[in-house]
């Protein structure tokens, strides 16, 4: 059983369809759950569904570009394999080690670092800016970012499979899990209290990664994290908010007004940035 299930994340990377299944049905699934128990009352220029397809537009034009990223991806990790490079063969891990190692490393390099990377370097923040200027966050703004952010993230993806050495099964249970945590931590669902401060001990919760879309720093410049929250915990960069006081866009840097015109979102990191409040 446990071989298969290897053998299954091993191969996923060549079965597209199967890995757009996944990214799909997480979104429909929390799309579902989210109208039944919405956290915060949004307030749609026009409608959910143009929200949605402004957001979707960005996700495909992600995907397009992770197509291309993920052939460096399987030669990177094929190439740690055969070199056996990296922290999983330096340690001589066995399968759940290794699995471990990958995940810890890849959400560190491929979530947070990179993450608080382009909220303190001010270009890379230009198109960072794509991300937080959404004025309704709902489980459509987990992949709305510009194409220089996704090739950005991909690169700091690459120098975690590098220092991993993680194998490629180990790469795609990572990315099936981060893709459906997006997902989730995006959606704008009403958790019971207790239980989503008990799930963001350890993993990053909707309330949690809300507050990084609170729209006035500090708290916009922090609870960086993907999947785990163990990073901000340890590095000092998690905040707590209560729900009620959240309200999402930026106060700064772009205008609310404009959070759902393509064009102005596309062009937006070669403008002189919106700086009044």
């Not at 009620?244 to 700064?252: A, C, K, N, T």
Request: aromatic residues 12%.
């Amino acid at each position: 059983m446990f071989s298969e299930i290897l053998s299954f994340f091993g191969s996923l990377e060549k079965h597209p369809v199967l890995r757009m299944a996944i990214l799909v049905g997480g979104l429909m699934l929390f799309w579902i759950i989210e109208g039944a128990v919405p956290l915060i009352a949004p307030q749609y220029k026009k409608s959910k569904w143009r929200h949605a397809g402004v957001n979707m537009l960005f996700t495909v034009i992600h995907l397009i570009i992770h197509t291309f990223l993920a052939i460096i991806i399987i030669v990177l990790s094929d190439w740690c394999k055969a070199n056996e490079f990296g922290i999983v063969y330096r340690t001589n891990a066995n399968i759940a080690g290794t699995i471990i190692i990958s995940f810890l490393t890849l959400d560190f390099f491929g979530g947070w670092l990179v993450h608080i990377t382009e909220h303190k370097i001010p270009f890379l923040w230009r198109f960072h800016v794509i991300h937080h200027s959404d004025n309704n966050v709902d489980v459509t703004t987990g992949l709305r970012h510009h194409p220089g952010e996704s090739v950005l993230r991909g690169l700091f993806f690459f120098i975690a499979i590098v220092v991993s050495g993680a194998p490629m099964y180990a790469v795609m249970i990572f990315q099936t899990i981060i893709v459906l945590s997006t997902a989730f931590t995006h959606a704008n669902i009403s958790l019971p209290k207790r239980l989503d401060k008990l799930l963001s001990y350890i993993f990053v919760s909707p309330n949690m990664h809300k507050v990084h879309h609170h729209w006035k720093q500090p708290f916009t410049d922090s609870n960086y994290g993907a999947v785990l929250s163990i990073w901000d915990r340890l590095l000092g960069t998690f905040k707590r908010l209560d729900a009620s006081q959240i309200r999402y866009g930026l106060d700064r840097y772009y205008a609310n007004e404009k959070d759902e015109d393509i064009m102005s979102l596309m062009k937006s990191p070669f403008k002189k940035q919106h700086t009044g409040n």
